[in-house]
């Protein structure tokens, strides 16, 4: 049910981010809203980033008139990118929050608003692949799931999404009968089934997820603690422990995280042959060779977690892959420093044996 009618335009270009254009669209249509799709052109099909999403647009920003709409949603992905080239649709962005229309953008949705000169003194946040360029815009950026400024809304990721949607609705005074909104300020509530139902990440793809994160940092707990007790160096095998103790400390929130689900780890036995070559590469390496290794592997790590982190359209989830990432990184650098102490060069990181292996 729905306290008003309310039109919404949501901007679309070649490779949006899907979920953060499905999410919202499905929510808004829930909630009775008329929706508007505006791209760059007619008769043409946009396709979203991830393969998942299709859109014909009902019109472009050169004839649409932001006067027209209650609400303006810029999703995120490449999209952006292309958007803030096309000046009609940067001038209509412009007219949107000049006039006091809600705006809302995810993701590198910002970097229209960039384009307009439109986040001096906003606070906002981003992807952070732009959060300098927002800064350099005058935006006061802020690393959280959502931020609000008077008529401006923005969230950072996939993950954010159906946080950011919900801000969207109360904003609108929209509702979905039979759903009741969480608080936005709360992560933990259960964002997941929101997001699912109006087009995001299933519980399935969430649980796959955190699965292959487990047996990722399952295989690197064995392979750091093999190359611990290989080292001769004391610094090393301090550093190489300390890792292999954090990987457990994911492990264990991973674990955690799957029990909130009311699901059980999937365990799938490590490849034989990745074991193999790592007995044999044990049996002949020295401590530089150990500490290229673990390069490898922590590079590695990071990425695969960055992958997931930017996927899966859970905050609660997300929240975890943050913060094993942020740690991964830490060490990483900790042992790039290590290997310039002892060679004086930037390291050339070995084959790595572990990880998520997920693709982007």
Same mark, same amino acid.
């Given at each position: 049910?729905?306290?008003?009618?309310?039109?919404?335009?949501?901007?679309?270009?070649?490779?949006?981010?899907?979920?953060?254009?499905?999410?919202?669209?499905?929510?808004?249509?829930?909630?009775?809203?008329?929706?508007?799709?505006?791209?760059?052109?007619?008769?043409?099909?946009?396709?979203?980033?991830?393969?998942?999403?299709?859109?014909?647009?009902?019109?472009?920003?050169?004839?649409?008139?932001?006067?027209?709409?209650?609400?303006?949603?810029?999703?995120?992905?490449?999209?952006?990118?292309?958007?803030?080239?096309?000046?009609?649709?940067?001038?209509?962005?412009?007219?949107?929050?000049?006039?006091?229309?809600?705006?809302?953008?995810?993701?590198?949705?910002?970097?229209?608003?960039?384009?307009?000169?439109?986040?001096?003194?906003?606070?906002?946040?981003?992807?952070?692949?732009?959060?300098?360029?927002?800064?350099? =815009?005058? #935006?006061?950026?802020?690393?959280?799931?959502?931020? %609000? &400024?008077?008529?401006? *809304?923005?969230? /950072?990721?996939?993950? $954010?999404?159906?946080?950011?949607?919900?801000?969207?609705?109360?904003?609108?005074?929209?509702?979905?009968?039979?759903?009741?909104?969480?608080?936005?300020?709360?992560?933990?509530?259960?964002?997941?089934?929101?997001?699912?139902?109006?087009?995001?990440?299933?519980?399935?793809?969430?649980?796959?997820?955190?699965?292959?994160?487990?047996?990722?940092?399952?295989?690197?707990?064995?392979?750091?603690?093999?190359?611990?007790?290989?080292?001769?160096?004391?610094?090393?095998?301090?550093?190489?422990?300390?890792?292999?103790?954090?990987?457990?400390?994911?492990?264990?929130?991973?674990?955690?995280?799957?029990?909130?689900?009311?699901?059980?780890?999937?365990?799938?036995?490590?490849?034989?042959? =990745?074991? #193999?070559?790592?007995?044999?590469?044990?049996?002949? %390496? &020295?401590?530089?060779? *150990?500490?290229? /290794?673990?390069?490898? $592997?922590?590079?590695?790590?990071?990425?695969?977690?960055?992958?997931?982190?930017?996927?899966?359209?859970?905050?609660?989830?997300?929240?975890?892959?943050?913060?094993?990432?942020?740690?991964?990184?830490?060490?990483?650098?900790?042992?790039?420093?290590?290997?310039?102490?002892?060679?004086?060069?930037?390291?050339?990181?070995?084959?790595?044996?572990?990880?998520?292996?997920?693709?982007?």
């Amino acid at each position: 049910m729905t306290t008003g009618q309310k039109r919404v335009a949501i901007l679309v270009e070649k490779n949006f981010e899907d979920s953060e254009f499905q999410v919202p669209y499905n929510a808004l249509n829930a909630a009775g809203a008329e929706i508007t799709v505006l791209g760059s052109r007619m008769n043409e099909t946009y396709q979203g980033k991830q393969g998942k999403a299709s859109i014909e647009p009902d019109g472009t920003t050169t004839e649409a008139r932001a006067q027209d709409f209650d609400a303006v949603v810029i999703p995120g992905g490449m999209a952006p990118d292309t958007m803030r080239t096309n000046m009609k649709t940067v001038r209509f962005v412009e007219d949107a929050v000049n006039s006091g229309k809600l705006v809302a953008a995810i993701c590198h949705g910002p970097q229209v608003l960039i384009e307009g000169d439109l986040l001096k003194g906003k606070r906002a946040t981003g992807f952070r692949a732009i959060r300098k360029d927002m800064q350099n =815009a005058g #935006a006061d950026y802020v690393n959280e799931p959502l931020a %609000s &400024d008077g008529n401006l *809304i923005t969230s /950072r990721r996939p993950s $954010d999404v159906p946080i950011f949607t919900a801000a969207i609705l109360r904003h609108l005074g929209l509702s979905v009968e039979g759903k009741e909104l969480p608080d936005t300020a709360n992560v933990k509530a259960d964002w997941l089934t929101l997001a699912e139902e109006w087009g995001g990440s299933s519980k399935s793809e969430v649980v796959d997820g955190i699965n292959t994160a487990i047996r990722g940092e399952r295989y690197a707990v064995t392979a750091f603690e093999h190359y611990a007790e290989k080292a001769t160096d004391a610094g090393l095998r301090s550093l190489l422990n300390e890792i292999r103790e954090s990987k457990q400390a994911h492990i264990s929130a991973l674990e955690a995280r799957l029990g909130e689900l009311g699901e059980k780890e999937g365990f799938q036995a490590a490849g034989s042959g =990745a074991w #193999a070559t790592l007995k044999s590469w044990l049996q002949s %390496s &020295d401590d530089m060779s *150990i500490l290229r /290794r673990a390069l490898g $592997d922590m590079q590695t790590g990071v990425v695969d977690t960055n992958n997931l982190l930017n996927t899966l359209t859970d905050p609660t989830t997300a929240a975890i892959f943050e913060e094993m990432e942020e740690g991964l990184a830490k060490q990483e650098q900790r042992l790039a420093e290590l290997y310039h102490a002892r060679t004086g060069k930037e390291p050339e990181a070995a084959a790595p044996t572990t990880g998520a292996a997920v693709s982007a």
